[in-house]
Structures are given as C-alpha cells and as structure tokens.
C-alpha cells in the first residue's frame, strides 16, 4: 500500500477525516467481515425506540474512536517533540497502530452488548472453554483471565489465521495482529499511549460522548474537543511512570465540560426509563429462552437463530458463527419465537410484546424504600405473586429491577486520567478539586412490570 495516501472519510460528527500515511491501513481494516458487521450493531442498543436518530452503529463509533486516536497520536508527536529522547516519543508508527486498535476496541462485542452478555453468555462465562475454541495462546490467557467475553473474542478474532483482518495486518507487517493485541491489553511501547484507549478521558468516551449527542438529539452532550486535543501531553507520576494527560493550565474547564456531558448522557440517553425497560425485556426474553432450552424445550434452529440456539444451550461458537452475531440476527430470533409454536408460552408471549412495542411501566415509588423492600427475604415471591394473574407466562420473567451505579471517574490507577503541570508533574484529576464531585457514584434504582399490574406491585412495596 502507498506510504504517502491519503484516505478520506466524511463524518457526520467529525466532519472530513483525513488518514495519511499508514494511518490509511484503517480504511482497509474497516472493509474486512470482522469489522463490517459492527455495521450491523447498534451503538445504543434499543434507544432508537425513544429517540428515532439513534440508529448509529458501532462500526461508525470505531471509526470516529479510531479518527481521535489519529488526531491525539499527531498532538503527542509535536508535543513530546522538545522533552522525550526519541525512543520515548511517539512516532507515526505508534500512532497507526493506535488507530487500528482504537479501531478494534469493540470487535467482539455481541448484540446489545452488556444485556447479551449478561443473559445469554453464562456469568462467569467458561473461560477456558471459550479460550480453546478462539485459539487465544497461553500466556495471553493468563493476561486475559478475568476479562469480559467480549474482550476475549476481540483477541480471538485479531488472532484467527483464517480470518481476513489477521491475514491484512499479517501481510502489511509481520507480528503486527500481536501488537495491537498488546496494545488493547495495555503492553506497548511506549506505555503512555495505551491510555488513550482505555482511561477516564479516552479517545473511545470522547467519540461516543459527541456521536450519541449528535445522534439523539439531545443538548447536554456539547464540550470542546478541538481544545482537549490541543492540551494533550506527556507528564511523569511521583513513580516516575510516563503518562498522558492534559494541560493543568488550560485545560480544566476542558475537561469539567466533558464530564458534565457523559454525566448528562447516563441521565438523559443511557438511563432513560423507556430504554432500559426495553432492554430489560430483551435480557428476560434470552434469560426465559436459555432456561427454556438447557430445560429440554427444543427450539426451531437453522439459518440465522442455529448460532442463538448453541449459545442458550452453553455451547461454544466458533468465528464464523461469532459474524452471524448481531442486531438483525437477533430480531430474526424474537420473531421466530413470537410466532411460531415453540412450547414455551413465556418465550412467545415476551417476543410478542417486544416486537409491538408494549413495553413494561416504570413502577412509580420512593427509591430508598424500593431498596428496603427488595432487601427482604419473600420480596420476589410476593412480587411474581402479584403480578401472576396479569401474565401469560410465568411471573418471574415479567419484573426488571433496574439499579445503576456509574462513576465518571475511577479508582483505578490503570484507569485514571492525568492533569499535568508546568513541571511535567502529572496529577489524576480525581484529586484535583474541581472534580471531587464526579468521583462520586451516580446511583439509581427502578422496578418495571407489565401497565396491568403497576398498581399491585406499588401497593406491596408501599405497604
């Protein structure tokens, strides 16, 4: 491939993004299978049902995270330019291998992401099982152990011999599939730059933050991204470990503009009562469908459900089955078994009401009591008995309790993000007083229930 191509890409969020140099391999990582069917995912998952423009996907996600990566790489370069001896700089090489990686970050995720995972993938999930099947080596297991489902088929698929993508990054540079590996789990040279990829501020927050604003239409999401980018730099711990970071100077208001707009997406988008119903009847649906099946239901297989059907049996899928996984496929599936005869009256009844849109209601009581309430030992029995004469199915399968706990900043050292000093100090932005405030949870806490029986589930909490 041309060193010296330039590959441009219009973005309804970042405008024209020019990829120069290697860092125009993107373009073609983006056209391998492997990449394409994050076309077939969404960003946010079912939130397209309250807001229509939501129906982004996470492939034009990866491609905006891997845009930032290009544009944060050029800023360290000019930056780390009057301080860093050579083979602690970054180089353009670095840099594209950020891109692809950035690039990568969400290729193992399934349909629905988290809710996927969490009902249809056993938690935990048989890591070794799954380890064997992708052909992840050993010493990258004993790396991997730990991590979600996910992030283990991202490393199978950047590793599969027979998969396209492996064999494009094998053919433009020999080992370079093992180097973006290392590079998602966080063991690069130089070590600053995997930061970028995964830490409070990353170029995977900041792409999503704009895109789902700029999607959903919604105002809170706005902070300046031009000008964190030209804050960027390199700083040194009180460990002496060199970090990327932001100017302390310049870029506070920055960075409290940035954190106000996630906080205000979780409210508005990410939590927003309408969608997480949704997506908790979507989760209750594969629940009541792979207990169903490891109970012996025998379920229509064949064409795109075969794939679902292995999965709620506690098998494992090999690649080719992994690219079958995705939005359209599993709406096939909850139509398939909201219409044909399949011996499970839960199963049909869920899919029924999740194709037409009637969703469970929101259950309007005090958070603080809710959570005494559920603290007892007979809340769910007396809850399933309850709302048992409103439901087709079996009343298990008709609550979603909804709790949330998000943080904007974490207490993970691998994790923070860094504020660094005219002295080249680099301080976590955790222990900078401005942001105090967001290092505290935002927590909720809901029950949902079919409309019916709304009123009998706020009376037994109540009372």
Known sequence: MPKGRVRRVQDSVHGLMEFRGMESLVIDVLRTPELQRLRRIRQLGLAHLVFPGAE??????????????????????????????????????????????????????????????????????????????????????????????????????????????????????????????????????????????????????????????HQTGVAYGKYDLDWLVSTCTVGKTDNGDLVVGFDSRKAIRGIEQFLIARAALYDTVYHHKTVRSAEGMVGLFLKRLKDATRAGIVLPSGGLAEPYVKLLSGETLGFREL???????????????????????????????????????????????????????????RLHAAIQPFCRGRAEYYIVVDETNVRMLSDDPGEMAYVIDEDRRAVPIRDHDIFRDYWKPQEGLRIFTLAEAVAAVKAIIEH
């Open 323 to 381: 690219l079958h996984l995705d939005d359209f496929s599993l709406s096939v599936l909850i139509e398939v078994m909201a219409t044909t005869s399949v011996d499970d009256e839960t199963v049909r009844d869920l899919g029924q009401r999740i194709l037409a849109r009637d969703l469970f209601k929101v259950v309007p009581v005090d958070r603080r009591r809710l959570g005494e309430y559920l603290r007892r030992p007979d809340a769910y029995s």
């Open 56 to 213: 982004h996907s996470r492939l034009t996600h990866s491609l905006g995270a891997a845009w930032l990566a290009v544009r944060f790489g050029r800023q360290l370069i000019e930056a780390a330019r009057d301080f860093l001896i050579q083979t602690l700089a970054p180089s353009s090489l670095s840099v594209r291998d950020l891109a692809v990686a950035a690039l990568c970050h969400d290729l193992g995720h399934g349909p629905l992401s988290h809710a996927f995972e969490r009902e249809v993938i056993d938690d935990p999930y048989p890591f070794d099982a799954w380890a064997t099947k992708l052909g992840i080596p050993e010493e990258e297991r004993r790396e991997l152990r730990g991590s979600g489902w996910h992030e283990l088929v991202t490393a199978g698929l950047l590793a599969w011999p027979e998969g396209q993508l492996h064999q494009l990054l094998e053919a433009d540079e020999v080992h370079f599939s093992d180097r973006i590996r290392l590079m998602l789990r966080g063991k690069y040279y130089p070590p600053y730059l995997p930061r970028l990829l995964a830490s409070d501020i990353d170029v995977d927050r900041l792409d999503f933050v704009r895109r789902d604003t």
